[in-house]
Nanobody, 124 residues
């Protein structure tokens, strides 16, 4: 069973930046398509950024140009650099397996093991 641990969230003013980290067990970060999800009460858990094993990335339209997903295969760690944060970016962020075509949608079936997430709050 894959284990992941997210970190790096916090309270930030609009326009600020945060860098989230995701440490995972096994080789999930380097060998599978993975991504960052944002969970809110209104929308549930939605995929906002995804990266393929080959390094190709994609983003939800609302975060394009502001968020950057990356990974360090040697550390089995994934990152999400979040710049020019907006109040709508507020939520609990989770990392896990993802499907390329599901940006803006929920996680694929079979993804049942989740970390605790990391809370991002954007407010003045």
């Amino acid at each position: 069973q894959v284990q992941v641990e997210e970190s790096g969230g916090g309270l930030v003013q609009p326009g600020g930046s945060l860098r989230l980290s995701c440490a995972a067990s096994g080789n999930i970060i380097s060998s599978t398509t993975v991504g960052w999800y944002r969970q809110t009460p209104a929308l549930g858990r939605v995929l906002v950024a995804v990266i393929k094993p080959g390094g190709v990335v994609n983003y939800q339209e609302a975060v394009k140009g502001r968020f950057a997903i990356s990974r360090d295969k040697s550390k089995n760690t994934m990152y999400l650099q979040m710049n020019n944060l907006k109040p709508d970016d507020t939520g609990v962020y989770y990392c896990n397996r993802a499907e390329w075509g599901m940006v803006g949608r929920g996680p694929p079936s079979g993804v049942n093991s989740w970390g605790k997430g990391t809370l991002v709050s954007v407010s003045s």
